[in-house]
C-alpha cells in the first residue's frame, strides 16, 4: 500500500550524537507534520510543512531540532547532539491539503532511545 | 489555551462488557476527531464529528458531539480484545492546519 513510511523504525543514539529521522509521505500530499509522542500520552506537535514551505516549527523543542522538506515530498527531523529527554517516538503525518478537518495519514513512527 | 482532557487515562475490561471514554474541553471546537493507536503503529482516524448533537456509528462504536461542541464521548459495546488501542481525540485549533490533542485513554479489553 502507498501509507506514510518512516525509518528507521527504530534508533538508539548515544548521548550526544546526531541522529536523522525519515518521512516519506502519501504521494500528492501537500501537507507533513511531525509529533513527538511520549510512551502512553498524546502526540505533540513539533512542525509543519505545506509543500517545501516550514510553515510553522513552533513546537521544535530546541534549536538542535531541524527539519526540512526539500522538494516538498520526503522530510528529514534531524536532531543534534541528543540529550535523553529526546527519548520518544517521532511520528509523521500527511494529509492532502491540511486543514485541520482533514485526515491526517500517520506513519508508524520511529522510536528513538538516548542512552 | 484551547485543552482537550481525557477520561479515563486508563481502562481495563472483559470482553463482552460496555464501556464510554470521555474528551471535554472548555473550549468550543468547529471539529473533533477520534483516532485510535495500536502499539507500534501510528493513529488511525476512526471519525471526524462536525456539528453540536451528532451521533456517529461505527459498527460496536457510537461517538457523540455534545451540543454546545465543547465535549466528545466514546462508546462501545460489547468490547472484543480487538479494540484494544490507545484512543486520542482531535480538535481543531485557531489555526486552519494545527489540531490540539488529548492524552488519550488507553483501552485494554481481556479476553
Known amino acids: 500500500g502507498a501509507g506514510v513510511s518512516q525509518s528507521p523504525r527504530y534508533k538508539v543514539a548515544k548521548r550526544g550524537q546526531d541522529v536523522a529521522l525519515r518521512c516519506d509521505p502519501i504521494s500528492g500530499h501537500v501537507s507533513l507534520f511531525w509529533y513527538q509522542q511520549a510512551l502512553g500520552q498524546g502526540p505533540e506537535f513539533l512542525t509543519y510543512f505545506q509543500n517545501e514551505a516550514q510553515l510553522d516549527k513552533s513546537g521544535l523543542p530546541s534549536d538542535r531540532f531541524f527539519a526540512e522538506r526539500p522538494e516538498g515530498s520526503v522530510s528529514t527531523l534531524k536532531i543534534q547532539r541528543t540529550q535523553q529527554e529526546d527519548s520518544a517516538v517521532y511520528l509523521c503525518?500527511?494529509?492532502?491539503?491540511?486543514?485541520?478537518?482533514?485526515?491526517?495519514?500517520f506513519g508508524p513512527g520511529t522510536r528513538l532511545t538516548v542512552l | 489555551t484551547q485543552l482537550l482532557e481525557q477520561s479515563p487515562q486508563f481502562l481495563s475490561i472483559q470482553e463482552g462488557e460496555n464501556l464510554t471514554v470521555y474528551c471535554n474541553s472548555s473550549?468550543?471546537?468547529?471539529?473533533l476527531q477520534w483516532y485510535r493507536q495500536e502499539p507500534g503503529e501510528g493513529p488511525v482516524l476512526l471519525v471526524t464529528v462536525v456539528t453540536g448533537g451528532e451521533v456517529k456509528k461505527l459498527k460496536r462504536l457510537t461517538f457523540q458531539f455534545g451540543d454546545a461542541r465543547k465535549d466528545s464521548s466514546l462508546h462501545i459495546t460489547a468490547a472484543q480484545p480487538g479494540d484494544t488501542g490507545l484512543y486520542l481525540c482531535?480538535?481543531?485549533?485557531?489555526?486552519?492546519?494545527?489540531?490540539?490533542w488529548g492524552a488519550g485513554t488507553k483501552l485494554i479489553i481481556k479476553p
Open positions: 503525518a500527511s494529509s492532502p491539503r491540511g486543514t485541520s478537518t482533514d485526515t491526517q495519514y
Open positions: 473550549s468550543v471546537f468547529s471539529s
Open positions: 482531535a480538535g481543531d485549533s485557531d489555526s486552519n492546519y494545527q489540531l490540539i
